[in-house]
């Protein structure tokens, strides 16, 4: 994406055209993002509401399960 993403183009150009109707066709599925500013600004949070979200406490990368691919790539890079 060109130019800044901020919370309101974040929901315009990725969660109301894709996330959303992904969403809405898994019954239960919970949504997770972590705390980068577009995902916390107010008007992305409002967009949420409608969606269950998984908290991201701050400063834990551990519930990010791409964090453990790269450690383990990382470990394997010479």
């Keep these: ?3 800044t993403l ?3 183009r974040y929901v ?3 969660l109301r055209p894709h996330v959303g109707p992904f969403l809405n066709g898994l019954p239960g599925a919970i949504f997770q993002q972590d ?3 577009m995902h916390t600004a107010r008007f992305t949070q409002d967009f949420l ?3 269950q979200t998984l908290p991201w ?3 834990s990368p551990d519930l990010s399960p791409v964090e453990h691919v790269w450690d383990q790539l990382k470990r394997q890079m010479p």
Aim: net charge positive; charged share 35%.
């Design 49 to 51: 509401r409608h969606f």
């Design 1 to 3: 994406m060109r130019g």
């Design 35 to 37: 705390n980068a500013r």
């Design 12 to 14: 315009d150009e990725i």
């Design 6 to 8: 901020t919370g309101q």
């Design 57 to 59: 406490p701050a400063r």
